[in-house]
């Protein structure tokens, strides 16, 4: 079954689920108006959580809402769930 996310930004590199989403679940980010991009969730991810929609290597940038919002602790693979085994956010520290 396909899920739905909310993408806010043209920069974001997570897009936000709108249910639960089991392992190998195609997962659809509405890009833009003509663009859809579908991504193929390889871990669990819960109810509006961040699946990661490109490979975002170890201390880059996540980005969301067009701002960064933490680095990457160690590589994220497309369609992982992105949380704080994975993301270190000055938020928080």
Do not use: C
């Not at 089991?22 to 109810?47: H, R």
Request: aromatic share 6%; glycine share 6%; proline share 4%.
């Amino acid at each position: 079954m396909t899920k739905k996310t909310i993408f806010l930004h043209p920069d974001d590199n997570v897009a936000t689920v709108l249910e639960k989403v089991e392992e190998g679940t195609e997962v659809q980010i509405e890009k833009s108006p003509n663009e859809m991009q579908t991504v193929t969730a390889i871990t669990k991810i819960p109810f509006l959580h961040k699946i990661a929609i490109a490979e975002i290597p170890e201390g880059s940038a996540v980005i969301k809402y067009g701002q960064i919002i933490g680095r990457a602790t160690q590589d994220i693979k497309e369609g992982e769930h992105v949380h704080t085994k994975n993301l270190k956010s000055w938020f928080y520290t």
